[in-house]
């Protein structure tokens, strides 16, 4: 398998990441090191690249990757001493692991949706572009109002879930308390 010689824009966790940058300006035998940061609501992750020449190489490995899905920052920098110069710097996307994990996610289908779209609306400030065309994908930001209209509507869905479940449990589920009167007979 060809390694790509960009970074990726998605991949999904549990797997092993894998790509390669030509960095010019940036030799190793100059001294100069790369890294990456993956950071967002889900966690981070630091990545040391090895290099041969101009050529880098960076990996995460399956093992360590085991960020949630979500939106994260991919951000790609150079250092030698006490210069640090940016190469990269783009929203990514890390999908679900289909590896079955030895603990399983309890939380309902509309908690996940409402944890993802906070996630995304507060990484909102880091994806800088709203139409882009990277190596012939698209990519289209939705807009912040869009997203903030779908998470209302998600949060009351979850609302009446979780009043739903508390009623079917005979715990009262906040709100109005109704109290039913029966005359004896």
Not at 2 to 26: C, K, M, N, S
Not at 64 to 69: E, H, R, S, V
Request: glycine share 8%; charged share 20%; aromatic share 8%.
């Amino acid at each position: 398998m060809d390694i790509p010689q960009t970074e990726p824009l998605t991949f999904r966790a549990g797997t092993t990441v894998q790509w390669q940058r030509e960095l010019d300006d940036y030799s190793v035998s100059d001294g100069w090191a790369l890294n990456y940061s993956i950071t967002g609501a889900g966690g981070n992750k630091a990545i040391v690249a090895s290099g041969v020449g101009t050529l880098w190489t960076a990996t995460l490995a399956a093992s360590a990757n085991n960020l949630p899905a979500g939106i994260y920052s991919l951000f790609g920098y150079v250092v030698n001493g006490s210069v640090t110069s940016e190469i990269f710097d783009m929203p990514i996307t890390v999908l679900a692991s289909l590896i079955p994990a030895s603990s399983t996610d309890t939380r309902s289908y509309n908690q996940q949706i409402v944890d993802t779209l906070r996630t995304a609306i507060l990484n909102y400030s880091v994806r800088p572009f709203v139409r882009l065309e990277i190596a012939g994908r698209l990519l289209i930001r939705p807009e912040l109002n869009i997203l903030r209209e779908e998470l209302g509507r998600f949060e009351y869905r979850l609302k009446m879930e979780l009043r739903r479940a508390a009623q079917k449990s005979g715990k009262t589920p906040g709100g109005k308390h109704l109290a039913k009167f029966v005359r004896p007979q």
